[in-house]
């Protein structure tokens, strides 16, 4: 006779970690919190920036990073740089955008980009995948099992660029936990979503583009207040007019040498002036010195250009400049002195430049996936986060099946299966309540809700498969179906109107009753179970009595009575040993109902018939 139709919830092993991944225009990198410790992963050659470059070989071969970018001046048509930019973009888009690259387009009027390559036509979306692969790789050599991941985008992303960057995960096997906004995850990188509140702009010149982003922190929510930038004003335009001056320099024009080349030299002058004060560009024999002071005289007005914005985004916002609490350097480019001077001036503060600018999203991103896998505990992002309390539905005799595990970060989503208690049943109520209690009456009650119209059946045959889901904004939405297809929905907003000292206090009181608690669940567990054989044994002795002697008929009904009277004693073990024994005088009964049952389908019946009155 089968007894207890409730699945148990599966066990919850120890998860791989999940890591925090910086997609850039220029550069990619991964990070994980290891032990508590956030580290950024190399790969096999120890090098921890990947150039977001792919190189697409003839058969269909594709090289990422260093070896894609080393021949890139040989092969740019088949080196795709600068992705990032053609996500979720349509080709004209694309070439409206200032030195937008050599791509070469299958469709210039397509409404999304498709490029050339010798391998066949490839999408923006197989690139970012193919690097996203390889950010995976290297991930691999901490845990084999990671699969689970942070990845950052530009506060300004729009929807299609954030779908095109999911899109990319997909295709590289990559669970995403969280997009996160680039800004954000340098502010949670230096720790500012600990403060009680401020307000801190993120200063982000990378290779493509220049975003500024001014973020309001309130009780460890980050809101953007204003975002301002410039998609063609980056390292990428420096190198450009470096690599004007150094042909000028040297009477040189696009004829005489490949530009991609002199763009290349032009780039690594520029990063040797951030620690010498010159540096030689050697084009095709002939020799030109940069210097910083000509260098600095060169950035001049892109520096002024990304002040100038920031001095909107702080008009938008309206809020001043001695309002500003932290401003954060991110991006390759702010290692360059004479742009953090700058940047150092303007706000009348020294800029946070402890962390590695190359490496501060991935950080930010990788502390944010250690708190969302459930890694790393953060009371400031609890409420914001991960289900703050466990979230279940009311069973028969009270007791609390928790489907939401209280810390789940979210978006989450879980499935249990329940069926009926009583023959005939053809509608159930589902209470959902909210709590570390094992009874639903020392919880909180956050709705009911009926599934109905479904067909009746005799208990324990129903199948109903219950699905709790939570998004981002811990919106709940509980979805019931009948295996025939009949459904119900509900959506809460479980966490509204708890306060932090609400959640704490909810959360103490279960840690206090625990032995009590699961003393009593014990129990309620128990008499559902007793209730549910004395129901069985019922309906079986209505039709089958006459398949025992008299004797046994009247051991079980003494049995039974036994039962019902531990029942009474709301003793657990009274309980247990009279179950066990109205079990053991059951057996037999169900042996013989059951070979009843086989001969009877001997004779004709179906298989399913048999199904059916096995229950
Ligand atoms: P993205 O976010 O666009 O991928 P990054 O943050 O990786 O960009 O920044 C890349 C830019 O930073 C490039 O233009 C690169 O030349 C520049 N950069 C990297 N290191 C230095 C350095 N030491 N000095 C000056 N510029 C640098
Ligand atoms: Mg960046």
């Known amino acids: 006779m089968p007894l207890l139709q409730i699945q148990n919830p599966k066990e919850i092993k120890q998860k791989p970690p999940a890591i925090g ?12 919190d290891i032990n508590g410790q956030i580290q950024v992963i190399p790969d096999d050659k120890g090098h921890v920036l990947l150039p977001s470059v792919v190189r697409y070989l003839p058969k269909g071969d594709v090289l990422v990073g260093n070896e894609a970018k080393a021949h890139f001046a ?9 992705v990032k930019r053609l996500m979720g973009r349509s080709p004209s888009d694309v070439l409206a955008l200032p030195h937008s690259l050599d791509y070469q387009f299958v469709d210039t009027k397509a409404s999304f980009c498709e490029l050339v390559t010798i391998a066949g036509k490839v999408n923006p979306i197989e690139v970012s995948a193919q690097i996203l692969k390889k950010l995976m790789k290297q991930a691999h050599h901490i845990d084999k099992d990671i ?12 929807d299609a660029q954030r779908q095109a960057t999911k899109d990319a995960a997909r295709i590289a096997g990559i669970k995403v936990l969280r997009l996160l906004n680039e ?17 801190c702009l993120i200063f982000d010149l990378g290779g493509g583009t220049f975003d500024v982003s001014l973020l309001q922190l309130s009780q460890g929510v980050f809101q953007v207040l204003a975002t301002g930038g410039d998609t063609a004003c980056g ?34 002058a520029k990063e040797d002036l951030t620690l010498q004060s010159s540096s030689i560009i050697t084009l095709k024999d ?87 896998s459930g890694h790393r505990v953060d009371n400031n992002m609890l409420l914001l986060d991960v289900v703050p309390l466990s ?37 159930l109520s589902l209470h959902l309540v909210q709590g570390e209690r094992e009874l639903a009456k020392d919880c909180r009650s956050l709705a009911h809700f009926d599934l109905s119209g479904f067909p009746a059946m005799p208990a324990g045959k129903a199948r109903i498969d219950v699905t709790f889901r939570i998004d981002t904004d811990g919106l709940l939405e509980i979805e019931a179906i009948e295996a025939s297809g009949v459904k119900s929905k509900i959506c809460v907003k479980p966490s509204y109107g708890l306060t932090d000292e609400a959640v704490t206090a909810l959360i103490e009181s279960s840690i206090t009753n625990a032995e009590e608690d699961i003393a009593n669940r014990k129990l309620y567990e128990r008499m559902t179970e007793a209730n549910q054989l004395l129901m069985s044994l019922d309906k079986a002795l209505g039709t089958d009595s006459a398949l025992l002697s008299s004797i046994k008929l009247e051991e079980i009904i003494q049995a039974k009575a036994a039962l019902l009277q531990s029942l009474d004693s709301k003793d657990v073990k009274k309980i247990n040993i009279a179950l066990e024994a109205l079990e053991n005088k059951t057996q037999e009964f169900a042996e013989l109902r059951l070979n009843t049952i086989l001969s009877q389908a001997l004779m004709g019946k179906s298989i399913s018939d048999i199904e059916n009155s096995l229950v």
């Open 21 to 32: 991944i910086d997609l850039g225009t220029t550069h990619s990198l991964v990070a994980c």
């Open 74 to 82: 040989q092969d740019p048509h088949n080196t795709i740089v600068s």
């Open 147 to 158: 699969h689970e991941a942070v990845i950052t985008v530009p506060a300004y992303f729009d």
């Open 183 to 199: 800004p954000t995850a340098a502010a949670i990188a230096y720790g500012l979503d600990r403060h009680a509140q401020g307000n």
């Open 235 to 268: 390292g990428d335009d420096i190198d450009h007019l470096i690599a004007h001056w150094a042909l000028n320099q040297l009477n040189l024009s696009n004829q005489d040498i490949h530009y991609s080349e002199v763009v290349v030299k032009a780039r690594v």
């Open 286 to 372: 002939k020799q030109c010195t940069l210097t910083v002071s000509i260098l600095n005289e060169l950035i001049t007005p892109l520096v002024n250009k990304t002040l100038a914005i920031c001095q909107r985004v702080l008009k938008d916002a309206a809020v001043m400049i001695s309002d500003i609490d932290h401003v954060v350097l991110v991006g390759g480019m702010t290692r360059t002195p004479f742009i953090r001077e700058k940047v150092a001036q303007f706000f009348n503060q020294a800029p946070l430049t402890d962390i590695d600018p190359d490496k501060v999203v991935a950080i930010g991103a990788a502390i944010s996936a250690s708190i969302l």
């Open 391 to 427: 979230l279940g539905i009311e069973m028969m005799g009270g007791v609390v099946e928790k489907i939401l595990m209280r810390n789940t970060p979210i978006p989450a989503t879980a499935t249990q299966t329940f069926t009926t208690s009583v023959d005939g049943q053809n509608g």
